[in-house]
């Protein structure tokens, strides 16, 4: 009965974006594919091979965080929120997905910190909605302005102001689609916009000062706590981090060959960031 009772909460989701936000960080500490090569070294022919076959092709540490999040999103479900659930499992694969046209050296260490970077700010956001002294209010607008024009209820219209618009019509679909009883859809979805920013970030790094500077970028924009805190919880601010990462990711590009389909992102990407920041 308590458990039925504190799902119905609005923030029914809370612990179980909290508890798989700390299983996605513990598997940072798993061992890797070489760690099982080498265990294999030792085994005896049809055991070596099938270590070679099954275990050596794949990045041990991808996929444990994938099931572990995964069973985060599992628990999420049993509290009656599937829509949130759904949502939090796709952010894994969205964050896997988004290091693959990564070079394949650096694969394992991209989808780590982008994995890290979707728990934190899951953990962060999660904490930072339930503590009144750090939840925004401007988050309590957008949520409410968003829920208000799903139900098609009247409200103030100072949340979809210009220049705020963007991150209004956002949270809308969000919400169309994955179901207005929880904040925690809003809050998934910022966590997956950080961690999509971790390979782009790394990209724009890497072809502007080189592989290493490009990693101690992935560290700052993971773990720097003034930008965690802002794009974790459901505001404007990680919708705006991320469209800037792409445009300045693509001018990037675009230095280095000149393409039309670069360009009309491009442009796209900078209309779309207007409409989130005037």
Known sequence: RYWRDWSSDVCSSDLSFISGGIAVL???ILPDGETFFAFGQTLNSPSRRWFQAKIIAMNVKTAAAVVLAGLAGAVAAVTGEAGPAAL????CFIAVIGCQRSPRAIRPFLVQWALGSYAIHLIVGAIAWNIPN????DSIVYNTFAVAAIKHEAVAQGAAAAGKEGYVITL???YHIFGT???AVAIIASAIMGAIMVPIIYDTGQRLFGAAAAKRCVYLVVLWPSFIFWTAQPLREGGI???LAIAVNLTVRIRERHTTLRVAVLLCTLAVLASYRS
């Open 88 to 91: 939090a499992i796709l952010g």
């Open 26 to 28: 513990a598997t940072l």
């Open 241 to 243: 981090a991320l469209l």
């Open 181 to 183: 009883r929880n904040i």
């Open 134 to 137: 750090l939840r925004s209010p």
């Open 172 to 174: 809308i679909a969000l």
